[in-house]
């Protein structure tokens, strides 16, 4: 039997949708406050307004995935997201928590770069969350990845209130920090397609994975991008892995690496507040036979702020490397 909801005929799950659209909280825009959306991101679970869906698309169905309320077809498993979450001011408890002092929420009329750059920082960067609650992507069936839906950052979001956590936190992660890893560019890497490639990087930390865009047709990449991973206190090295996308199938590994964080973090929390200090190095993670560097990794002070550059040689393939930044931030920056 089909678990797809078609629009046309009366159906409990569409139903159950327009129900949820009609709450007071839902007749307005999540992002703009527009009245009357018709558009959804199934995913986060919230309704946007047209001009806001544009952008969001824009992100990447990897972000955000778009449906229209009324013209497209929703499935099952989409529309019990959309109300497990219960819609826009529970998903922007979330998203909207940390909005910081001077950063304006887009209007209704507000243009498309304003709009572009709110709805990025909310949803992409995750600008808004606290750091320890960022919601970090899954993989899907395809071997691509996609976020986790908002009710679980939500239940996430009330475990953490002091008032509400239980006796027994059994199975509850705390964590000591946020890891930013700028993942700058890529040199010489793999060929995977006729002549070229299309490739972006993945990287893994416990139960969170996060990724870069794809540099499409490119050995030598320039991402620039930034991507944020809570460390749990116990924690093991960051997995990274390359990878060429395909639209039609499996997507091909360019080569993987590990990076060692501990010197960094060992390091950070042993001069404690970087704002006091100069700029100066403080640590250093040694190249060995045994790790994936180019050259040693230095960590140093750099503006009141932990940081460490390191190029990685790309292992079990035949050529390739990355160049990071490293910025460590504890959980109360």
Same mark, same amino acid.
């Given at each position: ?11 409990? #799950? ?14 307005? /825009?999540?992002? /703009? ?15 946007? /307004?047209?001009? +806001? +869906?544009?952008?969001?698309? *824009? ?15 929703? *499935? =099952? ?25 001077? %950063?304006?929420?887009? #209007? ?48 996430? &979001? ?12 059994? #199975? ?39 990724? %870069? ?22 924690? #093991? ?5 390359? &990878?060429?996308? =395909?639209? &039609? *199938?499996?997507? =091909? ?32 993670? @040694? ?8 050259? =040693?990794? %230095? ?14 040689? @790309? ?8 160049? @990071? ?9």
């Amino acid at each position: 039997m089909s678990n797809r909801v078609e629009l046309g005929r009366p159906s409990s #799950g569409k139903r159950r949708l327009k129900d949820l659209l009609r709450q007071q909280d839902n007749r307005g /825009c999540a992002d /703009c406050g527009a009245p009357d959306p018709k558009w959804a991101s199934a995913n986060i679970g919230v309704f946007i /307004c047209l001009k +806001c +869906c544009g952008v969001h698309r *824009s992100l990447g169905t990897h972000i955000s995935k778009v449906l229209s309320v009324t013209l497209d077809e929703w *499935s =099952d498993e989409d529309i019990d997201a959309m109300i497990e979450v219960g819609g826009n001011a529970a998903a922007n408890s979330i998203y909207e928590a940390y909005i910081p002092e001077g %950063t304006a929420k887009p #209007g209704p009329n507000a243009g498309h770069d304003d709009r572009m750059r709110f709805i990025r920082s909310k949803y992409e960067l995750q600008e808004f969350l606290k750091p320890s609650l960022r919601i970090v992507s899954m993989p899907n069936a395809k071997g691509s990845h996609q976020p986790t839906s908002s009710k679980e950052a939500i239940n996430l &979001f009330h475990s953490s209130d002091s008032s509400k956590k239980p006796d027994n936190t059994e #199975g509850m992660v705390e964590f000591i920090g946020v890891l930013k890893v700028k993942v700058v560019k890529g040199t010489n890497l793999a060929v995977r397609d006729m002549l070229s490639s299309d490739p972006y990087v993945l990287l893994n930390l416990g139960q969170q994975t996060v990724q %870069t865009t794809v540099s499409k047709s490119n050995l030598n990449p320039v991402w620039n991008e930034e991507l944020m991973l809570s460390v749990p206190q116990s924690h #093991g090295p960051i997995k990274l892995q390359v &990878f060429d996308y =395909d639209t &039609f *199938s499996a997507d =091909d590994i360019m080569g993987e690496a590990e990076i060692d964080i501990q010197s960094l973090i060992t390091s950070a929390m042993a001069y404690g507040d970087p704002g006091m200090f100069g700029d100066m190095q403080i640590g250093k993670w @040694l190249k060995s036979n045994d790790n994936a560097l180019i050259e =040693d990794s %230095t960590i140093n002070i750099v503006d009141g702020k932990v940081k460490q550059q390191m190029q990685l040689k @790309l292992q079990n393939v035949e050529s390739g490397e990355i160049e @990071l930044e490293l910025e460590w931030m504890p959980l109360d920056q």
